[in-house]
């Protein structure tokens, strides 16, 4: 019998069952490894590659590309003078450090977003490589953007660096608060306060707010609170700037409202808000009305969260925020249970221990009545009754 395996060779003649063990030959997988380093105050990201960290490869020769991925080129590209390459042996001496320009690695119609470095050939030996460059950074987005960025082996290996880029000039958020509060007859309704940042000098065009009010799905059946017609307020907006509101209700039942902010120029409506020379906070305040049926369906455990999703939008890119508000009727939920624990001598039950468990208690006071046939049990007085209850008063049992 012969067995080959690259350069491994066993050879041999028997009968039986023999084992043999062969070396597999080694698969070649030099280390590659990236992080990045980025300067909040100007953009600049300072990128390091590390080749063949443990220095077990020679990697003379291979080559290596560094790639910005599509959907982030519009925020960075390459600056700087080109890549600085070190080379260290295995005791982690530093025996070489060369610049090497844009010009030599990169091509003109991609020079921006990705380059490409050969180890030279005469490197041969087992070293490692570390490489440094850097990324100009340009969000000008409202939001913040990821900066994402590759680099791979020839030979397969690959590492990628991602870097979140917030605008120098300032960033959208947006906040959302709820509040239980009540009319002037003691009715209970839903106060919602949704905040949201103008920076200084930056032009919000097609902004729009879009609130999904609360909603609860019953019983397949949908329950959604809705909008107390002209019960907005809103803060924050220049001279000239208003808006339009309008409540809509989606084809599965659900309770909208969306804001467009504008103003006019020339006689013509833009749908956008102006710019300032300062930063400034936009303020939009509302109730909402329970759904009736939603709260008659509640207690202190279940439906009670009335939740509230409001998106702001402007140039294109979106941002969420949500609030959740606590509001249910006082509808206790009771459980009763029975357990034999003393039995006679033919095994009947002799006394039987009852548990009648109250969940969702609200208010100072609540009365159970318990009726039972008297025919056959006798209720037994020197026990009495053995009540306990849960930290928050709520539960008892």
């Known amino acids: 019998m012969m067995l080959n395996a690259t350069t491994n060779t066993v050879t041999g003649n028997w ?11 080694e698969v070649y997988n030099p280390s590659i490894s990236k992080r990045a380093s980025l300067n909040n105050s100007n953009h600049e990201i300072t990128y390091t590659i590390t080749l063949n960290e443990d220095c077990k490869y020679d990697i003379s020769g291979r080559t290596i ?3 910005v991925v599509s959907g982030s080129r519009r925020f960075g590209k390459y600056s700087g003078g080109g890549i600085t390459v070190q080379i260290y042996d295995s005791t982690n001496t530093l025996l070489g450090s060369t610049p090497v320009p844009w010009s030599a690695i990169t091509a003109e119609d991609s020079k921006d977003y990705t380059w490409a470095y050969t180890i030279p050939a005469e490197h041969q030996g087992n070293y490692k490589y570390v490489i440094t460059y850097t990324v100009q950074g340009d969000n000008r987005e409202i939001t913040g953007a990821n900066f994402n960025n ?6 397969g290996g690959k590492a990628s660096s991602s870097v979140r880029l917030i605008p120098l000039d300032g960033v959208l958020n947006i906040n959302k608060q709820g509040t239980v ?14 905040s949201f940042s103008v920076p200084a000098n930056k032009e919000y065009t097609n902004c729009t707010l879009k609130d999904t009010l609360p909603y609860q799905q019953i019983d397949n059946e949908l329950y959604s609170d809705s909008y107390i017609e002209g019960s907005e307020q809103i803060s924050g907006l220049l001279d000239g700037e208003n808006y339009e509101i309008d409540s809509s209700t989606t084809s599965d039942g659900k309770n909208e409202l969306t804001v467009k902010f504008y103003y006019m120029e020339n006689g013509q409506k833009k749908m956008n808000l102006k710019v300032s020379d300062q930063a400034r906070t936009i303020q939009f305040t509302y109730l909402t009305e329970p759904n009736e049926k939603w ?4 207690n202190v455990l279940t439906n009670k969260s009335h939740k509230n999703s409001a998106t702001i939008s402007a140039r294109g890119q979106n941002l969420t925020a949500n609030a959740t508000v606590e509001l249910y009727e006082n509808n206790p939920d009771i459980t009763k249970s029975a357990e034999v624990i003393e039995k006679d001598e033919n095994g009947n039950a002799k006394v039987i221990q009852y548990n009648v468990t109250v969940l969702g208690i609200e208010g100072d006071s609540i009365k159970i009545t318990d009726e039972f046939n008297k025919e056959h049990l006798i209720y037994d007085a020197a026990q009495g009754l053995q009540v306990s209850y849960s930290d928050d008063g709520k539960t008892f049992t």
């Open 65 to 67: 590309t560094d790639t």
């Open 181 to 194: 509060v009540t009319d002037a007859v003691g009715k209970r309704q839903i106060q919602w306060t949704v």
């Open 295 to 298: 709260l008659a369906n509640s």
């Open 15 to 25: 009968s039986g069952n023999n084992t043999v063990s062969v070396n597999k030959p």
């Open 150 to 155: 590759d680099v791979i082996y020839d030979t």
